[in-house]
C-alpha cells in the first residue's frame, strides 16, 4: 500500500489477498460445508462464531478455493471447475477506518491516484470478503458493510461519491468470538441479524487427530494422544481455565514433536503454558499430559 | 534563741566549711529568702550543716544539698518533706559522701518520677547496695546516678526486685553486679514494659542459684524475649528460670538458641511448641531444650502435624530411656531420621487437592469434587476410613501419603489412585445395566443356574430391586464371594482402560503394582479357596516375566481363570464384560473348597504361561450349558491326589474376603449405583420420600455384603439396618433438599397468606410483572418489591477485610487505576485537536488535489474519554448463602481464653486445630468480602454504583436491600451495611432484577451495567418449587434479564454454584455469565471481571 514514489506513509494494515493455487485442508466436522453453500448462493452474509483457532479461518480458505463461479449458476457443486474465488482476509482492530477499508486518494508524482481499499477489491471483483474478529472494529466501521449486507449490495464510496454494486460472486463472511466481550463492544443486533450464523466448535476427537496428524505431520498414535489432550483441556473451560486448547495449539504441539522434542515437553510449552498462568492449573494440566504421554 | 541569731550561728558555722559550701550555701539562701519563712530557713540551713558534720568528707555532700534544694523546694518539695528528705541524705553521708551527693543531685530527677512521699522507699534501694566497702558505695551511687532511667521504665517495686538482684549479685561479686548495673538502662529500654518484671524475675533467680550466668541472664534474656510471641515470654522465661537450676549447660543455650529457634518459627505456633517444650521438660530438660532448638530444621521439612507425629514419637522414646530420647532431639538417631525422611516426602490432600480435582475435571468432564476420607466418613458412616472410594459424584482419597521415601513417589501414588477412582466414573462402573450385552463375553447371565446351597436365598419372583447391581448381585448363591470378584475383576479393567488411554501412567502403575504386591500375604499361606482369590488380584497386578505361587492342585482352576481375565483385558471391555467375566470366575472359584492346609506342593509359574492351554480357553465362549458339560469332563476343580472321603485335607475354614489393594480402594458398586438411582429420583420428584421404599432399602442394607451392619450397631441386624436405611434416606432427602429449596430460612411470624390473581398495590411497595412461560405471557401485578433496610452493625468486618486483603486491595486498585489513563484514548478526525494526524492530512490534501471535497476534520485529541458507567450490584441474600466453603477460617479471637494449665492448653490448641479445619466460611461472607474489595475499587474510578441484596418469602414478599444507592456517596454508613448482609430466605430473582432496572434505567450514563451475583437457581415459593416451576424461574429471570437489556443495561450474571452450567445457559441466553468454580476466589475475581466488561 505504500508507494515508493511518495514519502507518504500509510498504516499497514493486515490484509491478505489470495487466491490459493492448491485447496487448502479441511475436514468438516458437520454440515457447516453444505450450510455455507447454500448462503452463498443465496447472497446471504455468513457470520462465523466460534472459539480461537478451531478452524474458521481455515473453513473460509477452503470454502473460497472451491467454490467458483460456476456455482452461482449451477445447482452441483464440482471442484475442478473454474478458478477459486479470491479470498481477501481484513484483521480487524480499533482504528480500522472506514478509508482503510473502502479506499483512499494517493499521491504519484504530481498525480493523485485512487486507490482502492481491500473491500472495495474485493466488492469489484467478487470475492469472499472475511472480516476477522468484527467487533473489535469501530461501530462506524460496522455501519459501512450494512448496505452491502442486505438485498441491496451495494457499496457506497462517499469520497469519490460512488456506488458500487457488489459482482454476483461477491460474499461477505465475518468472524465473531463470543467470550467475555467488553460491554462496550457487544455487536449490534442490527449488524448481527444480517448475517446467517454458523457455529464452531473443536472438533471430536477421532476429527481432530486427524486434522492434527495431518497439519503436524506426527504419526496416528501421537495425533490421537494430542486430540484427547485438547478434550480433557477442554474439560477444565471455565473451571480454571478461560478458553479450552485450540486444534491450533494441539497442531504447535504436534509439530515440535516432529522436530524431536519429547511430548510432554512440548506440551508443556505449546499447551500448558500457553493457557494459562495459574500455577495450580498449570500443575493439573501437566499432571494430565504426563499420564497421556509416556 | 531567735530565728534570727539561729541563722546567724549556722551562717557562721557553715562559712567556716571550705569554701565551696559557703558559695552554695549563700546563693541557695538568696534564693528561699523569699519563698521560705525565717522558721523554715533555719531548718533548711541547720540540715545542710548537718550534713556537712556527718564524717570527713561530708561537706561536699553539704555543698550539693544546699545547692539542689532551693529550686527542689520552689516547686518540686513541699516543705514538709524537707526534713526527712535531708534526714536521709544525712544518714547517707555518714556512710559515704559519694552516695549522699549522688542522692542529693539525682532528686530532681526522680521526683520529676515519683512522688516526695516514696522518696524514702527509693533512697533505701540506694542504701541496701552499700555494704560499707568503697566499691560497695560506688555501686550504690551508680544505682542514684542511674534510678531516673529506671524509674521511667518501671515502677518503684519493680526496681526494689531489681536491687534485690543487685544486692544479692554483688555480695557474689561485686564486679558482675556492677556491670549489671551498667548495662542495665540500655537493655531495659529496648524491651517491652510488660517483660520487664519477668526478666528481673528471672535475674533474680541466677543470682541466687548461678550467680555466673546473671549477666548472660541480662543480656541474652533481653534479646530472647524479643524473639517471643508476646503472650509467651513471661512463660519462657519461667520455663528458663527451671532451667537455670540445672546449670549453664541448658540455660544457655535455652535461652540462645531457643529463643533463635522461636524467632525462625511464626509466633503463632510458639504457644504449642512451649507447651510441648512443657511436656518435654517434665520428661527430660535437656531433651525440651534439644526438642525447641531443633523445631525449625523439622518444620522446614513438614508442617505442625508432621511435627507433632515427631514430638510424640519422641516423647515415647524419651519415656523409654533418656539418652536415646535426647539423641532423638538432637537428631542423631536413625529412628528420628527415618520418620523425619517420611515426613518431608509425606504429601497431604490439603497441598494436592486442587489439583488433583482439577485433574480428575478434567479427565472425567463431570464437576467430580475431591474429598478427605476423614471428611466423606463423617457424612457418610459407610464409608471406609482411609481408604480411597468413591460415591459416584465424589473422590474420596485418604488425608496424606506417606508411604514412600520420596515426595515425587508419594504424589504418583495419590495421582494412580485417583486416577483409578476417577476411572471408574470415566470407563463407567457404576453405568451397569443387565440389559446391556458385553463387548466380548457372550450372555450368561440370564441362564445361569447356580445350585444354591441356601434356601432363603430363593426369593419371591416379584421383589423389586433397586438397581441393576442388586439384580446382577441377586444371581449368586454367595454374593460375599462374588462381590469381591467382582471388584477384583472391575479393578482390574479399571486399570487396563487406564493404561490403555493414559500410558504416560504406565510407568507410576507399574510401581505402584510392585509395591501393592510387595505388602501382600502369599497365597501358600492361605486357606485354598482364598488363596485362588490372592492369585487372581495377583494376576490382575503383575505381567510376565513375574512369577506366581500356585498350588497344584488347582492350577487347571487358575489357568481357566487366568483365560477369562486375557479375554477381559481386550480393548473397549465394558463394566457388563467384568459382569460376565465375575460369572465365569466365580463358578469356577465356588467349587474350590475352601481347604485350611490343602495336600498340596505350589509352583512358581510364570504368568505368561497361565492361561494359555486351549481347554482353559474354551470357557469364555461357551454356554454356561456348555461349560458344565465340559466340568463334568473332568476340567473342573478336583483334588487331585485322592478321592479317598476321608482325606486328612477335610477341614475347611469360612471364607473371609480378601485384603483390598490399597491403590484401588473400596468399591462399592451396588450401593453407589442405588444411591445414583435415588438421587435422580429423589431430585426429579419433590415428594421424594414417598418415591423411596424403605422395604427396598431395607432389603438392601440386609442382603448387599457392601454394607457392614455390624459396624452400625452391635447386636441386632435389624435395628442396624433400620439405623442404616434412615441414615442413608435422610442423607439422600437433604441433599435433594438443599438443592430445590432454601425457602427454610428464618421467616417472618405473621405470614400473609398465599393470595391468587394480581397483588394489590400498596404504600411503599412496587408491584412487576412475571413472565409466564407456559401462557407465553406476562402476569401481571405478580410480584411486590419492598425496599427493606438493612440492619447496620459496625464498621469492623469492613475494616478487618481490609487489613486481610490488603495485598489484593492495592493490587486492584492499580489496575483499577491503570484504567483510567486507558481512557485517554486518541481520538482522531477532529476539527481542532492537539496536533495535526498526519494520515488524515495526507489524505485530505490528496483528496484536495483529486479535486474531492477534502475533509476539514485532520486533528487528533487525546481526549479524555468519559468514563461513564453506572453499575448496579445485585447479591444474593438466600438462606443457602449460609453454606460453607472449603476454606480454613482462622479467626484470631479465639485466641482470647488459653487455657493456663500447660496440659488443658495442648488439649485445648488440638482441639482448635481440629476446629479449625472444620470451621468453614459461608458463601455469604465471601460475598461480603468481595463487596469491601469491589467498593474499594469502584472508589478508584469514580464509577456510579449500588449496591443491592435481595430476598425474600412469596412473590407478595421479595425484599430488596440497599447497600449503598446508586446516588449515595460512600460514609460511613455503608461499611455498617455491609455487617449487616446476611443469609436470608429464597431468591426470587426476576422482580429484584426489575427492581434494580428501573432504579438504572433513569441514570443518565452511556454504559449501565447490572451485575447479578448468585449462588444457586432462582428459588422461591410458587417460583420454583413444583417441578415444572423451576422451569418457570429460569425462564422468568432470564426474561427479566432481557428487560434490562432493551433499556440499554448490560446484564451480567455471575454465580458461585458450580453446577450452574446446567440452568445458567439458559437463564442467560446469549448474555454474558461465568460460573465460578472456586467460591473463594470471588473476591478477586469479581473487580476483574468488572473491570473487563467496562472496558
Ligand atoms: N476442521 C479442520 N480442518 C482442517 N484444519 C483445521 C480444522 N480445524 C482446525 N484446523 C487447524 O487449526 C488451525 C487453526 O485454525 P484457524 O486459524 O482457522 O482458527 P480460527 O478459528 O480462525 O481462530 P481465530 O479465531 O483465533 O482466528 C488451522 O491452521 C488448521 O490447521
Ligand atoms: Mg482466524
Known sequence: MTSDKTNISYQAHIVEEYRSEESPYYLPVKDEIDIFHAAYQQKIPVLLKGPTGCGKTRFVEYMAHNMNRALIEKETPSADEGAALPLVTIACHEDLTSSDLVGRYLLEGEETVWMDGPLTRAVKVGAICYLDEVVEARKDTTVLIHPLTDHRRILPIEKRGELIEADDSFLLVVSYNPGYQSALKDMKQSTRQRFISMEFDYPPVDLEADVIAHESGVDDATANKLATLGEKARNLKEHGLQEGASTRLLIYAGKLIEKGIPARRACESAVVYSLTDDAVVQRSLNEVVTSIFE | ?1095
Open chain 2, 1 to 1095: 534563741m531567735t530565728n534570727e541569731e539561729s541563722f546567724a550561728k549556722i551562717e557562721s558555722d557553715v562559712l567556716n566549711l571550705p569554701p565551696a559550701v559557703g558559695k552554695e550555701f549563700n546563693a541557695g539562701h538568696e534564693k528561699l529568702k523569699t519563698i521560705l519563712t525565717e522558721d523554715e530557713i533555719v531548718r533548711w540551713a541547720a540540715a545542710g550543716y548537718a550534713i556537712a558534720q556527718q564524717s570527713f568528707r561530708s561537706w561536699e555532700a553539704a555543698a550539693e544539698f544546699y545547692r539542689v534544694s532551693p529550686s527542689l523546694l520552689q516547686d518540686q518539695l513541699p516543705i514538709d518533706h524537707m526534713d526527712s528528705w535531708s534526714s536521709f541524705g544525712r544518714d547517707l553521708a555518714s556512710d559515704s559522701a559519694t552516695l549522699a551527693i549522688a542522692y542529693f543531685r539525682t532528686t530532681p530527677d526522680i521526683l520529676k518520677i515519683i512522688s516526695p512521699d516514696d522518696i524514702p522507699r527509693w533512697a533505701t534501694q540506694g542504701q541496701r547496695l552499700y555494704q560499707g566497702t568503697w566499691k560497695s558505695s560506688a555501686l550504690s551511687s551508680h544505682f542514684f546516678e542511674n534510678s531516673a532511667s529506671f524509674l521511667a521504665l518501671m515502677p518503684l517495686e519493680t526496681l526494689e526486685d531489681f536491687v534485690s538482684f543487685l544486692e544479692v549479685l554483688s555480695q557474689k561479686s561485686h564486679d558482675l553486679a556492677e556491670e549489671c548495673l551498667s548495662n542495665s538502662p540500655q537493655v531495659f529500654s529496648e524491651i517491652a514494659r510488660d517483660d520487664i518484671p519477668p526478666l528481673i524475675s528471672l535475674l533474680q533467680k541466677a543470682a541466687g542459684t548461678n550467680w555466673k550466668y546473671a549477666k548472660e541472664s541480662l543480656e541474652s534474656g533481653a534479646v530472647a524475649l524479643q524473639r517471643i510471641d508476646p503472650q509467651f515470654r513471661i512463660r519462657f522465661l519461667q520455663y528458663a528460670e527451671e532451667m537455670i537450676l540445672l546449670g549453664g549447660k541448658h540455660f544457655l543455650p535455652l535461652l540462645n538458641d531457643g529463643s533463635r529457634a522461636l524467632a525462625a518459627i511464626p509466633t503463632t505456633l510458639h504457644g504449642e511448641i512451649l507447651f510441648m517444650f512443657d511436656e518435654l521438660s517434665q520428661v527430660s530438660k535437656p531433651a525440651a531444650v534439644d526438642f525447641l532448638i531443633k523445631t525449625p530444621n523439622v518444620l522446614s521439612l513438614a508442617n505442625m502435624d508432621g511435627l507433632d507425629q515427631w514430638y510424640q514419637q519422641g516423647l515415647e522414646t524419651l519415656n523409654e530411656n533418656e539418652d536415646a530420647g535426647i539423641s532423638y532431639f538432637k537428631l542423631e538417631s536413625s529412628k528420628g531420621d527415618e520418620l523425619l525422611d517420611a515426613l518431608s516426602a509425606r504429601i497431604e490432600l490439603t497441598s494436592v487437592h486442587s489439583i488433583l480435582q482439577m485433574y480428575g475435571r478434567a479427565l472425567t468432564g463431570e464437576e467430580i469434587d475431591i474429598v478427605s476420607t476423614k471428611i466423606a466418613t463423617q457424612s457418610l458412616g459407610w464409608l471406609p476410613l482411609d481408604q480411597a472410594s468413591t460415591d459416584g459424584r465424589s473422590i474420596n482419597l485418604p488425608t496424606e501419603v506417606s508411604r514412600f521415601k520420596d515426595k515425587e513417589e508419594n504424589f504418583s501414588w495419590y495421582k494412580v489412585v485417583s486416577t483409578h477412582q476417577v476411572g471408574h466414573l470415566e470407563f463407567e462402573s457404576f453405568a451397569f445395566s443387565f440389559e446391556r450385552d458385553a463387548a466380548h463375553f457372550p450372555r450368561w447371565r440370564d441362564d445361569m443356574n447356580f445350585e444354591t446351597s441356601s434356601p432363603e436365598i430363593e426369593r419371591e419372583a416379584q421383589v423389586t430391586t433397586m438397581a441393576d447391581f442388586q439384580k446382577y448381585f441377586d444371581l449368586f448363591p454367595d454374593r460375599q464371594l462374588a462381590s469381591d470378584i467382582f471388584g477384583i475383576v472391575e479393578a482390574a479393567r479399571i486399570d487396563q482402560r487406564i493404561i490403555e488411554e493414559y500410558p504416560g501412567l504406565r510407568t507410576a502403575y507399574d510401581f505402584i503394582r510392585q509395591d501393592a504386591v510387595a505388602t501382600r500375604k502369599s497365597p501358600d499361606d492361605m486357606p485354598l479357596q482364598e488363596s485362588i482369590l490372592e492369585i487372581l488380584i495377583r494376576m490382575t497386578l503383575l505381567e510376565s516375566p513375574e512369577t506366581i505361587r500356585v498350588p497344584t492342585v488347582a492350577k487347571a482352576a487358575v489357568d481357566r481363570i487366568a483365560a477369562v481375565l486375557i479375554h477381559l483385558r481386550q480393548p473397549g471391555a465394558q463394566v457388563e464384560d467384568s459382569a460376565e467375566a465375575t460369572l465365569r470366575i466365580y463358578r469356577i472359584v465356588s467349587g474350590i473348597p475352601n481347604l485350611d492346609e490343602p495336600e498340596t506342593d505350589w509352583q512358581d509359574i510364570d504368568i505368561g504361561e497361565l492361561g494359555q492351554e486351549g481347554s482353559a480357553a474354551d470357557t469364555v465362549n461357551t454356554t454356561p450349558d456348555e461349560a458344565e458339560t465340559a466340568d463334568e469332563a473332568g476340567s473342573s476343580f478336583q483334588m487331585v491326589p485322592n478321592n479317598d472321603e476321608n482325606a486328612d485335607n477335610g477341614e475347611e475354614s469360612e471364607y473371609e474376603s480378601p485384603e483390598t489393594v490399597d491403590y484401588r480402594g473400596d468399591f462399592k458398586p451396588e450401593l453407589v449405583q442405588v444411591i445414583a438411582n435415588l438421587r435422580e429420583t429423589s431430585e426429579g420428584d419433590e415428594d421424594a420420600g414417598a418415591s423411596i421404599d424403605p422395604e427396598a432399602l431395607r432389603r438392601l442394607a440386609e442382603e448387599s455384603t457392601e454394607i457392614n451392619l455390624e459396624n452400625v450397631v452391635d447386636g441386632a441386624i435389624d435395628e442396624s439396618a433400620g439405623m442404616f436405611v434412615s441414615e442413608l434416606m435422610s442423607d439422600i432427602l437433604n441433599q435433594s433438599e438443599e438443592n430445590s429449596d432454601t425457602d427454610s430460612g428464618r421467616r417472618p411470624a405473621q405470614r400473609k397468606p398465599e393470595q391468587e390473581g394480581p397483588l394489590e398495590e400498596e404504600p411503599g411497595s412496587v408491584l412487576y410483572r412475571e413472565w409466564d412461560f407456559k401462557a407465553n405471557d406476562y402476569k401481571p401485578r405478580w410480584a411486590r418489591v419492598r425496599e427493606v433496610p438493612v440492619t447496620e452493625g459496625t464498621s469492623e468486618f469492613y475494616d478487618r477485610t481490609q487489613e486481610h486483603h490488603a495485598m489484593l486491595i492495592t493490587q486492584i486498585r492499580r489496575q483499577f487505576e491503570m484504567m483510567v489513563p486507558e481512557l485517554h484514548r486518541k481520538e482522531k478526525k477532529l476539527p481542532d485537536g492537539e496536533d495535526i494526524d498526519i494520515d488524515l492530512a495526507v489524505e485530505s490534501i490528496i483528496e484536495r488535489r483529486a479535486g474531492s471535497i477534502p475533509s476539514e476534520k485532520i486533528y487528533w485529541r487525546r481526549n479524555k474519554v468519559q468514563r461513564d458507567v453506572a453499575v448496579i450490584f445485585l447479591l444474593d441474600m438466600s438462606a443457602s448463602t449460609a453454606e460453607a466453603i472449603d476454606e480454613k477460617a482462622r479467626d484470631d479471637d479465639e485466641w482470647k481464653d488459653i487455657p493456663d494449665d500447660p496440659r488443658e492448653y495442648l488439649f485445648w490448641l488440638r482441639a482448635r486445630r481440629e476446629a479449625a479445619k472444620r470451621n468453614y466460611k459461608r458463601i455469604i461472607d465471601i460475598e461480603r468480602e468481595s463487596t469491601v474489595l469491589l467498593i474499594r475499587a469502584l472508589e478508584t474510578t469514580g464509577d456510579m454504583y449500588g449496591i443491592h441484596g435481595f430476598s425474600g418469602y412469596g412473590r407478595e414478599n421479595v425484599e430488596f436491600y440497599t447497600i449503598k444507592d446508586i446516588d449515595e456517596t460512600f460514609t460511613n454508613a455503608v461499611p455498617q451495611r455491609i455487617d449487616g448482609i446476611s443469609p436470608l430466605h429464597a431468591t426470587r430473582m426476576g422482580p429484584a432484577i426489575r427492581h434494580a432496572t428501573s432504579k438504572l434505567k433513569d441514570v443518565p450514563a452511556k454504559t449501565k451495567l447490572l451485575f447479578l451475583i448468585s449462588d444457586g437457581r432462582p428459588q422461591d415459593r410458587g417460583y420454583s418449587r413444583e417441578g415444572v416451576d423451576k422451569e418457570y424461574a429460569v425462564q422468568d429471570t432470564h426474561k427479566a434479564l432481557l428487560e434490562a437489556k432493551t433499556l440499554g443495561i448490560t446484564p451480567f450474571c455471575l454465580t458461585v454454584d458450580r453446577s450452574g452450567h446446567d440452568y445458567m445457559k439458559e437463564m442467560c441466553g446469549d448474555m454474558a455469565y461465568e460460573v465460578l468454580e472456586d467460591v473463594a476466589s470471588l473476591p478477586e475475581r469479581l473487580p476483574q471481571l468488572y473491570r473487563s466488561l467496562t472496558v
